[in-house]
């Protein structure tokens, strides 16, 4: 029985998103992150009995939501993997792509996930809980460069060198098991007036780091590109600008890295067209309704 998505996670930018994939009833469409549901139940109330749904979720939790429809298919694995499992399903080419990339609010209210600051319990963070390294792993074995450089890379820390020095220290006379273990060694190195949202980088680096996010994201976009039928929408949400600048970058230049790739004739290659030119962000009152959703932006574009 699938739970209401609203109970896993509240869909953000719901209308926005799905009528941007410009839909075709009896289409092929991927929702590469099932999570709560919630944008898959409004992809499939749009669709005849000829069109199909993907979606994917690399966690078990996410089960629990699958709609009972054959039009859908649930893919249990990263997104990162789209192409093969298109090809699994007989799929060559798709009319929309749809990805909602911020962590569901179901991780973060899960204490024992460890995704939060906000819950004691284990330092965790896999999205998929049968394989990868947890946060503590990471913590208590990577060597310092490495710990200071994922800090400033993922978290854009300041103070990440110093972070990953007090960490180095602080493990060599006891293992960092817990968050309240965690919080208790870095929580004086920030002020009381900032000590959330600098918690939150810290976090933030840590999640990205143990799900290989920009990878895995990398992949996925290039993976994108390909499936994507000529006139086919990709549509991203995203929360955190290493990820919407990688977004950003695919559908201004054609590739991640936002190298502008020129023919003989100087014409640019780049296999998408922008839809809207000006990122789409939440209404106030969608704010209101869902705080959450504060940071996100959405981008959407049109395969050439």
Do not use: W
Not at 158 to 169: E, G, H, T, Y
Not at 219 to 248: C, F, N, W
């Amino acid at each position: 029985m699938a739970n209401e998505g609203n109970i896993y996670h509240i869909p953000v930018l719901l209308k926005e998103s799905v009528d941007g994939m410009n839909m075709s009833p009896s289409g092929i469409y991927v929702d590469m992150t099932f999570g709560g549901g919630g944008h898959s139940k409004e992809i499939l109330s749009r669709l005849d009995e000829n069109g199909r749904l993907l979606g994917f979720d690399q966690d078990e939790d996410a089960e629990s939501n699958i709609p009972s429809d054959k039009r859908f298919i649930f893919v249990r694995s990263n997104f990162r993997y789209l192409h093969n499992f298109l090809r699994y399903h007989n799929i060559d080419k798709v009319d929309a792509i749809l990805a909602d990339l911020g962590v569901s609010s179901h991780h973060f209210d899960d204490s024992e996930r460890g995704f939060s600051f906000r819950f004691s319990g284990a330092l965790d963070m896999r999205m998929n809980k049968r394989s990868g390294i947890t946060a503590a792993e990471v913590i208590n074995n990577y060597d310092e460069e490495k710990l200071a450089d994922l800090f400033y890379l993922y978290g854009e820390l300041k103070n990440s060198r110093k972070l990953a020095s007090v960490i180095v220290m602080a493990r060599k006379s006891k293992t960092i098991e817990t968050i309240d273990d965690f919080l208790n060694l870095i929580k004086p190195l920030f002020g009381r007036e900032r000590e959330k949202k600098e918690l939150a980088k810290v976090f933030q680096a840590l999640r990205i780091e143990v799900n290989q996010e920009m990878e895995a994201l990398k992949e996925m976009l290039e993976a994108a590109t390909q499936s994507l039928k000529p006139g086919g929408r990709l549509v991203v949400i995203t929360y955190h600008s290493l990820e919407d600048r990688m977004v950003k970058n695919i559908m201004k230049a054609g590739n991640v890295e936002g190298k502008i790739v020129q023919d003989f004739f100087g014409k640019v290659q780049n296999s998408f067209k922008l839809v809207n030119n000006k990122v789409i962000v939440p209404a106030e009152d969608e704010i209101q309704r869902n705080p959450r959703s504060r940071s996100a932006k959405l981008r959407i574009a049109e395969k050439k």
